[in-house]
């Protein structure tokens, strides 16, 4: 099992930037594809962004593209994702979570953090 700890949420202003990261601990979480997910009130949770075990390759939703950018670092096992030009429709409960694989990670990632909130005001 893998714990994913996420952080740098927050409020900003429309048109700003937040960059938030995700810690991972666990045997093979150097080695896990990963992902970001957000959930805005009253919705389902939609995928953002995912990022291969090796950091080489990444996949982001169509919402968000040209805007965020996912990361891993040097240890592989923290991954960012910068996000520049924030809408308020990018407010929500953002998620961090990881593994099996690559392909897996759109629609069924096998761990979940807890989430951070980032509200962006208009």
């Known amino acids: 099992q893998v714990q994913l700890v996420e952080s740098g949420g927050g409020l900003v202003q429309a048109g700003g930037s937040l960059r938030l990261s995700c810690a991972a601990s666990?045997?093979?979480?150097?080695?896990?594809?990963m992902a970001w997910f957000r959930q805005a009130p009253g919705k389902e949770r939609d995928f953002v962004a995912a990022i291969s075990a090796s950091g080489v390759i990444t996949n982001y939703a169509d919402s968000v593209k040209g805007r965020f950018t996912i990361s891993r670092g040097n240890a592989k096992n923290t991954v960012y994702l910068q996000m520049n030009s924030l809408k308020s429709e990018d407010t929500a409960v953002y998620y961090c979570?990881?593994?099996?694989?690559?392909?897996?990670?759109?629609?069924?990632?096998?761990?979940w953090g807890q989430g951070t909130q980032v509200t962006v005001s208009s």
């Open positions: 979570a990881a593994g099996p694989s690559f392909d897996a990670m759109t629609t069924t990632p096998s761990d």
């Open positions: 666990g045997r093979t979480s150097s080695k896990l594809p």
